[in-house]
């Protein structure tokens, strides 16, 4: 059975920095692309990063670029997300997720973890 | 970026009634060389991670109920509840997947019972 798992969510004030982690079984994990993808409270659901199965290539929103890293250790079975210099916008449940099949970037989301809760506030 | 649009922003539609969502993005999402369009739709529930019900637009993920069905093509694209069950009241947004990332979702539709 796929499983996603996220952790690291919390409370940090602006300007600070929180590392995000989704722990993944069931899958061959260094087979897939994986994407972040978050949701602010009430709102609708925005793409956020995604990377490579070797981690050569990620790409991000524009709103989070040189702010936020996305990772993964494929050795771990895990992907990351180091945010930095957080702003309240940022404040967001937090998803992991994996594509359909394992041919590229280019695929919809067909697993998805239960999210961790994000809250930028002073 | 590609941007999407979704129409209604909700509906309440009666129980065994149709319920359709339109969903139009702001550049093709049809490859021209698999003709395949990148376009997706997903389900949402309150409390819950996003649910993929549709992909390649029209391609009914497996375990979806027969009742949801996708259509369209280019720019404009459809998702179609044909009778309506009480579990289907949900957000459901689309997402495109074409260009290279962010592959943007839609703003999403809810949708009631009557």
């Known amino acids: 059975e796929v499983q996603l798992v996220e952790s690291g969510g919390g409370l940090v004030q602006p300007g600070g920095s929180l590392r995000l982690s989704c722990a993944v079984s069931?899958?061959?994990?260094?087979?897939?692309?994986m994407t972040w993808v978050r949701q602010a409270p009430g709102k609708g659901l925005e793409w956020v990063a995604n990377?490579?199965?070797?981690?050569?290539?990620?790409y991000y929103v524009d709103s989070v670029k040189g702010r936020f890293t996305i990772s993964r250790d494929n050795a771990k079975n895990s992907l990351y997300l180091q945010m930095n210099s957080l702003r309240a916008e940022d404040t967001a449940v937090y998803y992991c997720?994996?594509?359909?099949?394992?041919?590229?970037?280019?695929?919809?989301?067909?697993?998805w973890g239960q999210g961790t809760l994000v809250t930028v506030s002073s | 970026d590609i941007v999407m649009t979704q129409s209604p922003d909700s509906l309440a539609v009666s129980l065994g009634e149709r319920a359709t969502i339109d969903c139009k993005s702001s550049?093709?999402?049809?490859?021209?060389?698999?003709?395949?369009?990148?376009l997706a739709w997903y389900q949402q529930k309150p409390g819950q991670p996003p649910k993929l019900l549709i992909y390649?637009?029209?391609i009914r993920e497996s375990g979806v109920p027969d009742r949801f069905s996708g259509s369209g093509s280019g720019t404009d694209f459809t998702l179609t509840i044909s009778s309506l069950q009480a579990e289907d009241v949900a957000v459901y947004y689309c997402?495109?997947?074409?260009?290279?990332?962010?592959?943007?979702f839609g703003p999403g539709t809810k949708v009631d019972i009557k």
């Open positions: 997720a994996r594509g359909r099949d394992d041919s590229g970037a280019y695929r919809a989301l067909s697993f």
């Open positions: 069931g899958f061959t994990f260094s087979g897939y692309w």
């Open positions: 990377i490579k199965q070797d981690e050569s290539v990620t």
């Open positions: 550049q093709s999402v049809l490859y021209s060389s698999n003709e395949k369009n990148y």
């Open positions: 390649w637009a029209s």
């Open positions: 997402q495109q997947y074409y260009s290279s990332p962010p592959f943007t």
